[in-house]
């Protein structure tokens, strides 16, 4: 990724690519709105997720991240 890239076209770019998505989860991650944007894409795009906590969370989590 060069300097003028952009972050979310390649990160969204990333997300279509992939067969399978690994969620790294902890508070920072289920509080994100970029996180949850992504998790968003993935689910529509019908690739599946694989979340992993990273700390105790609880789960299922709550808001807009529920459906992982």
Same mark, same amino acid.
């Given at each position: 990724m060069g300097g003028g890239d952009k972050?979310? #076209?390649? =990160?969204? #770019?990333? =997300?279509r690519g992939a067969k399978v998505i690994v @969620? @790294?989860?902890n508070s920072a991650y289920v509080e994100s709105d970029n996180c949850s944007r992504e998790v968003h894409l993935a689910i529509s795009t019908g690739k599946p997720l694989i979340p992993l906590q990273m700390e105790k969370l609880k789960w299922p989590p709550e808001g807009a991240l529920g459906p992982i």
């Open positions: 972050l979310f #076209a390649k =990160i969204d #770019a990333g =997300i @969620c @790294c989860m």
